[in-house]
């Protein structure tokens, strides 16, 4: 019996939906620029409407941060109590998808919570560890836990051998996975970890926190909200930067920043894969730009990744020139059918 999902990837300030029919997509759409919790009630409300011609059966939610929580779960009072606990890792996320779980409640729907972490749950300990002392990472679950997973987890599941993904948009991260079990993530602890974001710092030397600290700044919101390409051009649209980095030396830094710190990361992955077969680019920025993954290709030429320039400007799936060594793909991420499929191995 065909089992109907509504899926729901809330965001800071808004509500993507998806409607499902087992994995058949029915109807999606987004709630935009939400701010108060009656602005998403009330988008809640449309969003049932507008599926109000079909039977919903089930509710599922993709929630940023699970903790150590490592399947999809039937929301419970214990789970929303998880969600709540690593929401101080998630800051910008699971209060919100929180928020959304409990408004929910009243349509009286069986709910389901997708987490972005369970695909870097089985990490190795050496990519996973941080080194500071064992008993302070026991005692509060301090670890690697990797975001975008749904994303890196749908972009690679058909590839075979030696695989890195990059999720490239507002929030940007890069895995590193073989034959679909992924071995390191630069994101860690917190989506904070890893390369230089639209507003978001990604990993700096703890000194200039320490330092920050002592001059009395407000360093969670300088490294969430005010570094990555804003802090360097002023601008967190990547759309900005490219119309603006041929006449203005910031948005030009900006720019040669994110290609170089994409570009380290992908060559220490390559390291710990001991060799790349397949290279995929992913997310609104990875998926349309084709100047960036033209200038990180060409800092790879050195294994011999070579692409199709036509492929390549066209956004084609499979980008790679048939003298590459390396398989090169621009594959669109689909988070909330990932979502659904998660749900549905649940229910069986």
């Known amino acids: 019996m065909l089992k109907s999902i509504l899926v729901f990837n809330v965001g800071s300030s808004s509500i993507k939906y998806s409607l499902f029919e087992d994995s058949n997509l029915l109807k999606s759409g987004n709630k935009e620029r939400l701010k108060s919790k009656e602005d998403y009630n009330k988008a809640l409300q449309e969003i049932f409407l507008e599926c109000s011609d079909k039977k919903i059966d089930f509710l599922a939610h993709r929630v940023v941060h699970g903790g150590e929580l490592k ?70 679950d301090i670890r690697k836990y990797g975001f975008h997973g749904l994303s890196h987890e749908y972009v690679s599941q058909n590839l075979k051998g030696k695989t890195i993904t990059c999720h490239l948009g507002s929030g940007s991260s890069i895995s590193a996975i073989k034959n679909n079990k992924p071995l390191d993530t630069s994101m860690g602890l917190t989506p904070l970890e890893g390369i230089m974001m639209g507003t978001r710092s990604g990993s700096i030397d703890p000194g ?47 720019y040669d920043l994110f290609i170089y710190k994409i570009t380290k990361v992908i060559g220490s992955y390559i390291t710990v894969l001991n060799g790349l077969d397949n290279l995929v680019f992913t997310a609104a920025i990875g998926e349309n730009v084709p100047r960036l993954r033209r200038d990180i290709c060409n800092n790879l030429k050195f294994i011999g990744v070579k692409l199709n320039k036509k492929k390549n400007n066209n956004n084609e799936r499979k980008i790679s020139s048939i003298f590459s060594k390396v398989n090169v793909y621009v594959i669109k991420t689909d988070e909330e059918k990932m979502a659904v499929e998660e749900v549905l191995k649940v229910l069986k």
């Open 71 to 140: 399947k999809t779960s039937l929301i419970t009072p214990k789970v929303k109590k998880k969600i709540k606990q690593f929401s101080e890792f998630a800051p910008l996320h699971n209060p919100k998808q929180l928020m959304v779980i409990e408004l929910c409640e009243k349509f009286k729907k069986p709910q389901y919570a997708v987490f972005d972490t369970m695909f870097f749950a089985e990490l190795p300990e050496v990519s996973k560890t941080y080194a500071i002392p064992k008993k302070i990472t026991e005692k509060y």
């Open 208 to 254: 200039v926190i320490f330092f920050l600290q002592k001059k009395k700044y407000d360093v969670e919101d300088i490294i969430t909200n005010q570094s990555g390409l804003k802090g360097i051009s002023g601008y967190n649209d990547f759309r900005n930067i490219l119309k603006n980095m041929d006449t203005n030396k910031e948005s030009k830094l900006a």
